[in-house]
């Protein structure tokens, strides 16, 4: 029990976040209206579309990210070192929260479910896959 709260439950709350945002509170039209209100006198509404776009695009990356070092972590548990096994499963795990918040996105009149999306999160999980092998390199 110990190691599954030690070790689990960060990957199942990261997880748990991820999945709150695929509601219309997170949908791109309100993205975008906070940052036209923001940022509304400096940059043109092509540029805060763009704006939008790249933060949410960065926000993918970045989420998946976490969660997928946050899975090798959970795979991984009081072992060291870095194997392909334990990459593998942190970003098989950012791919199943990854399909099931683009599904569950289809159902949500202001968002939609996209598969490029989930290819976007599976690049976040390896990309911290790879930094956790580099780190493992250099030590």
């Known amino acids: 029990m110990r190691r599954l709260i030690r070790y689990w439950l ?5 997880s748990a976040l991820i999945l709150s945002t695929s509601t219309d509170l997170f949908s791109s039209s309100r993205s975008g209206s906070i940052i036209a209100t923001l940022f509304g006198s400096v940059l043109s509404p092509s540029q805060i579309e763009i704006f939008n776009v790249v ?7 970045t989420g998946y ?3 997928g070092a946050l899975g090798f972590r959970a795979a991984r548990a009081e072992q060291r070192g870095f194997t392909i096994r334990w990459a593998i499963s942190g970003i098989a795990i950012a791919i199943v929260i990854a399909s099931i918040d683009e599904w569950h996105q289809t159902f949500v009149p202001s968002r939609g479910g996209s598969a490029q999306d ?3 999160d ?3 999980a390896t990309i911290a896959q790879l930094f956790a ?7």
Not at 10 to 14: D, S, V
Not at 55 to 61: G, I, M, S, V
């Open 10 to 14: 960060p990957a199942i709350i990261w």
């Open 55 to 61: 933060f949410r695009k960065l926000a993918h990356l």
């Open 65 to 67: 990210g976490i969660l």
């Open 118 to 120: 989930v290819l976007l």
């Open 122 to 124: 599976a690049c976040g």
């Open 133 to 139: 092998s580099a780190r493992n390199a250099r030590r």
